[in-house]
């Protein structure tokens, strides 16, 4: 069982990472990056908010959040398989 303290420490993390992604699109070094990088930084980003948007909700009503909600985790997932391969793909290079 988790503690009391785990949920809501994610939930910040979670809002954390994704202002810092929002934030870091208007730096030039993110706007030399190719398109797909960019769209899975943002993926990312919605990925994070949306997860810890799902999570006060739960926080808040109690209400399974799984049942009827886009699964976000999606999102987080697609946005770092995209960084990923953009990474190792300039890597190789």
């Not at 909700?57 to 959040?65: H, M, N, P, R, V």
């Not at 997932?77 to 960084?83: A, C, E, Q, S, Y």
Request: aromatic fraction near 16%.
């Amino acid at each position: 069982m988790m503690n009391g303290w785990v949920l809501p420490f994610i939930i910040v993390v979670d809002l954390v990472t994704s202002l810092l992604i929002l934030f870091a699109a208007y730096s030039r070094r993110v706007h030399a990056l190719p398109t797909l990088c960019k769209i899975g930084l943002a993926a990312l980003a919605f990925g994070f908010f949306g997860e810890s948007s799902l999570n006060v909700k739960f926080i808040l009503t109690g209400a399974d959040i799984l049942s009827d909600s886009f699964p976000f985790w999606l999102l987080q997932d697609f946005g770092t398989l995209i960084v990923v391969i953009y990474y190792f793909k300039s890597q190789s290079h």
